[in-house]
C-alpha cells in the first residue's frame, strides 16, 4: 500500500504558483519522498526528491516539514503544459516505488 | 536525467499469443528495473522487480509464468506476457533506477490483446 496521501485534485491559474501538498506520516528516518508527474499516456516523469532538507531544481522546489510527516511540491510559476497527475512516493527498501492515487492538478488559463 | 527506453511504444496481438515488450537504460547501468501496469483512470501498480543476473521477484497477485521477466544485462530487461487475453489489456511501463538517486521511467507500452 502506497505511504502517501494526496488531494486526489487541485486547480491552478497559469502564471501562479502550484502547491501541491502531500503527507507521509508513517516515512521512516532514513526513506526518501520522491515526487513525478504523468502526463495522459506518457511515462512518469521526475520531478525531484528528497531526505529532510528543502530541495530546488529547474522544475521545482520541495518543502519537507521538520517531522517529515509531510511535504509540499511548489512549482512557482504553473503553465499550461503542467496540467498531470503528480505522484508522491516514499520510497520503499530495494528501491520500490509504490504509487498511489496522486493529485491531479489542472492549469487553467 | 538519465533516459530509460521501452519498445514498442504500442502494440496489438491475438489472443492466445505472447508479446515482448523491452526495456533498455541508455546511459547507465541498471541492475534493478521494476515492472508496473496500469489501467485506464488508474495508478500504476508494480508488477514485480526484474533483478540482473537472477530470478525476478513478483508482486502479490501477479502470475510469474503469465508475465515472463528477463534481465540478461544491466541494460536491458524484457517483460514477456505470455497467451495474452483481452484483460491483459494495459499499458506497461518500466522504470530503472540511476544509482544513488531517482528512477526513470520508460515511456510505456500500451498492450492491446484483441
Known amino acids: 500500500d502506497a505511504k502517501t496521501t494526496q488531494p486526489p485534485s487541485m486547480d491552478c491559474a497559469e502564471g501562479r504558483a502550484a502547491n501541491l501538498p502531500c503527507n507521509h506520516s508513517t516515512i521512516s528516518g532514513n526513506e526518501y519522498v520522491y515526487w513525478y508527474r504523468q502526463i495522459h499516456s506518457q511515462g512518469p516523469q521526475y520531478i525531484i526528491h528528497g531526505l529532510k532538507n528543502n530541495e530546488t531544481n529547474e522544475m521545482a522546489s520541495l518543502i519537507i516539514t521538520e517531522d517529515r510527516k509531510s511535504s509540499t511540491l511548489i512549482l512557482p510559476h504553473a503553465t499550461l503544459r503542467d496540467t498531470a497527475v503528480y505522484y508522491c512516493i516514499v520510497r520503499l527498501q530495494g528501491g520500490k516505488l509504490i504509487f498511489g492515487q496522486g493529485t491531479e492538478l489542472s492549469v487553467k488559463p | 536525467g538519465a533516459v530509460v527506453s521501452q519498445h514498442p511504444s504500442r502494440v496489438i496481438c491475438k489472443s492466445g499469443t505472447s508479446v515482448k515488450i523491452e526495456c533498455r537504460s541508455l546511459?547507465?547501468?541498471?541492475?534493478?528495473m521494476f515492472w508496473y501496469r496500469q489501467f485506464p483512470k488508474q495508478s500504476l501498480m508494480l508488477m514485480a522487480t526484474?533483478?540482473?543476473?537472477?530470478?525476478?521477484?513478483?508482486e502479490q497477485g501477479v502470475e510469474k509464468d503469465k508475465f515472463l521477466i528477463n534481465h540478461a544485462s544491466l541494460t536491458l530487461s524484457t517483460l514477456t506476457v505470455t497467451s495474452a487475453h483481452p484483460e491483459d489489456s494495459s499499458f506497461y511501463i518500466c522504470?530503472?533506477?540511476?544509482?544513488?538517486?531517482?528512477?526513470?521511467f520508460g515511456q510505456g507500452t500500451r498492450l492491446t490483446v484483441v
Open positions: 546511459d547507465f547501468q541498471a541492475t534493478t
Open positions: 522504470s530503472a533506477r540511476d544509482p544513488p538517486g531517482a528512477a526513470f
Open positions: 526484474s533483478n540482473e543476473g537472477s530470478k525476478a521477484t513478483y
